[in-house]
């Protein structure tokens, strides 16, 4: 498992060189280079190339790849590997993500490393199955039932889908839960120049493993240390509510309060870790507009947002990388000075409703659905309506 | 350089996109390409995209393109509109008539027989995008000829890297006639 | 004076008991069962992931069974039990789960897993009622019995869970009842030293939410009427299948050959690695 010989060898052939792929391609051999050790998935317009790619690509390097009868299944075969010790991960888009979302919620309860990557589609239901959305930014959030946190990171580039799924992995391991790559329809399915990075320059993050005896599930720290299967430990892995050790208690009202807290509170209280952003700002800091984006809609956005300075409009732009956590914090002192925030997004304003949250200017939602991503030229005219 | 395929499935529209986009990445330059085609394999509307600029690419899906090029009727006919005024028009001459009531202004327009040729001279029709593939390259400059003949040897099925190649060379020859013309 | 210790419940996560099943329940029975072949086989738990899902059933290995658990989602343990045993393959990977569980929310895993044929063991147990949830109708129930959500009686045929899984692929089948302590036990013992998908149902009383719909208050009236219904497997065939209404086919209903899914997956898998070996060692 992990990086053996094996995958060493595979990768050699592979590193520091520079590709043209897909979106869903960079991403499946992005999941090579954080050491996958196991993908388990269903076929799905946009996301059936990572599911073809690692069929083809990880069992040269080690890594095992099962298609599985449905989504249900494909998520629960990667909560089942994850409790071996293996890196294991799952790719889909809306009506699968949908259909995952039951054992997200056990992944999430019994605190299991693992990552799934949604390529998101237009919906709801089936929708426009070869179009792109961003339709799903709240059900990643929100999808499966009961208080929970959730991490979810957005790639703009195929060269991000390589890199962030290190990132994913790494999140996993480091906080014992679920995290989603967020793409969208438009970056997994565009090729672009991917440089895939030396492998001397990978550093994937251990779990901390539990002292043999050490409860697996509770205790002082926010993120307790995992065992594996067959290490003699004779862990219970329940999605009920439990106890420290593991055991059921579904009745004793601080048991479970503590319990779902503990998991809310181990990535509330590490946003600031786990948060990512990217600023662009006007270079005379008198900015009174600003463009907020994500994904596929942050290229057109940011190539709107420089036409209008080359216009001699002020306008400040940030790209939220991490989705979830919210980078409230960010976003709040990025409108601080601003009169007016623009978020162009390819939903009817599923993250602009959020910023609204945490902002005191005025936020207008740009939407587009319909399967087409913004253009330029769309977002540029939103900006200079509003700054005239 | 905004660049459209368009043609039936079965006809390498999408490869011959690639293969445009990953010469100018070999170049050094920046490349997003895309494509789209009906759920059927064979047959259905295909059409592939391909955006080279020496610059960072914001348009992901632009609406216009620099130039066009059409193996089939309807393909031209559907995407004729979406040509800038003095783009540049590129159409298989046996496939598609054109019709200038439909163009927009200032257009550059090529007339090639590429599949009468893939066909005649080479026994395979199926290979006329890249008689294509080096008559446009050779007009628009737009790779260097040592990564298109990379590309090509990388993405064509084994066994077919010199058809692929010679077919290519006679779609430069015939720009470099229509140039000295 | 005191009881000499019963020697299985080395197997029991003792600080957990007593156990919470219901006075006459079958699930008592079958966890009992299980540990008796375990302890045959002298197999070590540490060795072992038991896999269950939602349900009464599903608490026989979870969380009574003293080794690693994994207690999932209703309908889902064999598809967990896909990822453990592919990772795992030196592990013993075993499902105990309910008729609702396996044959109804998760029929689908369980027919497609019989179809890889991976190895695992799966131990249905049908009590042909949802019990815990208070007495619905299953896929198991048989046609005419009232419940709670069939009031006006059941107009669904029952599954044959068995023959289902049979047909779908899996290497060992076998039916049998918690009458059948002993061949039970010999049952559980070939399914786990099988290789390939191994299935048992076991057909079980629930006293409390399906024997006092169908007038059997206690689990002895259940496992008398069990002796009654159970014909040999040999003894069916013979029989028109007009003969066998009301009957419980009991017996093995397939014990075959055929090749195993994780065995087959890694021998693909290494191949590719070897591959990939030769072309570097060719070039170096």
């Given at each position: ?94 009506p ?27 919906g ?28 979810a990171l ?27 790559l ?25 779990r ?27 862990v ?30 181990k ?9 990512r ?24 956005s ?16 940030m ?11 960010q ?5 601080k ?17 959020e ?31 509003v700054?005239? | ?35 789209s ?28 393109q ?17 040509l ?31 599949t ?32 298109l ?26 720009a470099k ?5 | ?19 919470r ?34 349900g ?30 592919v ?68 107009i ?55 024997g ?39 017996g ?30 060719k070039?170096?």
């Amino acid at each position: 498992m992990g990086f053996n010989e094996d995958r060493k060898r595979y990768l050699a052939g592979l590193e520091d060189k520079t590709y043209f792929m897909l979106g869903d391609e960079a991403c499946a051999y992005g999941a090579i280079f954080a050491g996958c050790d196991f993908f388990a998935g269903y076929p799905i317009t946009p996301a059936s190339e990572v599911a073809e790619r690692l069929a083809e690509e990880l069992p040269k390097a080690g890594g095992l790849c099962i298609q599985m009868e449905d989504e249900l299944a494909s998520m629960a075969a990667i909560v089942g590997a994850s409790w071996t010790g293996g890196r294991s991960m799952t790719a889909t888009s809306g009506p699968g993500f949908s259909l995952m979302q039951e054992n997200i919620g056990y992944a999430i309860m019994t605190e299991t490393p693992c990552v799934l990557v949604d390529v998101q589609r237009s919906g709801p239901s089936t929708g426009q199955a070869t179009k792109p959305a961003q339709g799903d930014m709240m059900q990643a959030r929100w999808g499966t039932h009961g208080d929970h946190n959730i991490i979810a990171l957005s790639p703009n580039s195929a060269q991000e889908c390589f890199d962030m799924m290190q990132e994913c992995f790494n999140l996993a391991d480091t906080y014992r839960t679920p995290v989603i790559l967020l793409m969208d329809g438009e970056i997994g399915h565009i090729r672009e120049s991917v440089t895939m990075p030396a492998l001397s320059s990978i550093k994937p993050a251990a779990r901390k493993m539990a002292k043999p005896g050490e409860d697996v599930f509770g205790g002082e720290e926010l993120v307790p240390g995992i065992t594996h299967y067959g290490m003699g430990q004779n862990v219970h892995v329940t999605g009920s509510t439990h106890k420290a050790n593991g055991m059921r208690d579904v009745t004793t009202p601080h048991v479970h309060e503590a319990l779902v807290k503990r998991i809310y509170n181990k990535i509330d209280d590490n946003r600031e870790k786990i948060i990512r952003v990217e600023k662009d700002i006007s270079q005379n800091g008198q900015s009174k507009i600003g463009v907020i984006a994500y994904g596929a809609t942050a290229r057109p956005s940011l190539g709107a947002v420089r036409a209008a300075r080359d216009d001699g409009k002020n306008i400040d732009f940030m790209r939220l990388i991490t989705i979830w956590p919210f980078a409230r914090k960010q976003v709040a002192e990025f409108a601080k000075n601003l009169d007016m925030i623009l978020v162009p997004e390819m939903n009817l304003g599923q993250i602009s409703r959020e910023i609204e949250r945490f902002v005191n200017c005025k936020v207008v939602s740009v939407p587009k659905i319909g399967g087409v991503p913004h253009t330029v030229e769309e977002i540029y005219d939103a900006i200079t309506e509003v700054a005239s | 350089m905004i660049i459209r395929f368009v043609g039936f499935g079965g006809q390498g529209i999408v490869l011959s996109s690639y293969i445009i986009g990953k010469s100018a990445v070999l170049d050094g330059k920046r490349a997003i390409q895309n494509q789209s085609y009906g759920s059927e394999s064979r047959g259905g509307e295909c059409r592939g995209d391909v955006i080279i600029s020496d610059e960072e690419i914001y348009e992901l899906e632009p609406v216009n393109q620099d130039v066009l090029v059409a193996l089939t009727q309807p393909g031209y006919e559907k995407f004729i509109p979406h040509l800038k005024p003095g783009g540049t028009l590129i159409v298989d001459k046996d496939l598609v008539i054109t019709d200038e009531k439909m163009e927009p202004e200032n257009i550059a327009r090529y007339a090639i027989p590429a599949t009468d040729i893939a066909h005649k001279k080479f026994g395979r029709k199926i290979i006329a995008n890249m008689v294509m593939l080096g008559y446009m390259n050779t007009l628009l400059n737009q790779v260097t000829f040592e990564s298109l003949e990379k590309a090509v040897l990388e993405n064509v099925p084994k066994g077919t890297e010199k058809l692929n190649l010679d077919a290519m060379r006679e779609g430069i020859e015939l720009a470099k006639q229509e140039s000295a013309r | 004076m005191s009881q000499p210790r019963n020697q299985m419940m080395n197997y029991i996560r003792e600080e957990i008991m007593p156990h919470r099943f219901c006075p006459g329940c079958g699930c008592g029975t079958v966890l009992n069962v299980f540990t008796n072949a375990i302890d045959n086989l002298k197999l070590d738990p540490v060795k072992m992931v038991c896999v269950s899902g939602i349900g009464c059933s599903a608490w026989i290995p979870s969380p009574y069974f003293k080794s690693d658990t994994l207690h999932t989602t209703h309908g889902r343990p064999i598809a967990f039990a896909t990822g453990v045993k592919v990772m795992r393959p030196d592990l013993k990977v075993v499902v105990i789960a309910g008729d609702g569980d396996v044959s109804g929310i998760g029929g689908n895993h369980l027919i497609h897993a019989a179809r890889r044929n991976i190895d695992l063991s799966v131990f249905m147990v049908n009590n042909m009622i949802y019990g815990m949830t208070g007495g619905q109708v299953a896929p198991t129930t048989p046609t005419g019995v009232k419940t709670s959500t069939t009031p006006h009686l059941n107009i669904e045929p029952p599954f044959q869970v068995a023959e289902l899984v049979a047909a779908a692929g899996a290497s060992y089948v076998a039916r049998w009842t918690t009458y059948h302590v002993f061949r039970l036990i010999k049952a559980m013992e070939e399914a786990i030293t099988k290789q390939g998908f191994s299935f048992i149902e076991i057909v079980s009383q629930c006293p409390d939410n399906y024997g006092r719909r169908i007038g059997l208050r206690t689990g002895v009236e259940f496992l008398k009427m069990f002796k009654k219904q159970a014909i040999p497997i040999d003894k069916a065939r013979e029989l028109p299948e007009e003969k066998l209404e009301g009957r419980i086919i009991v017996g093995k209903l397939r014990d075959r050959e055929r090749p195993e899914y994780t065995s087959e997956l890694h021998r693909v898998t290494k191949e590719q690695v070897d591959k990939i070996k030769a072309e570097q060692e060719k070039i170096s």
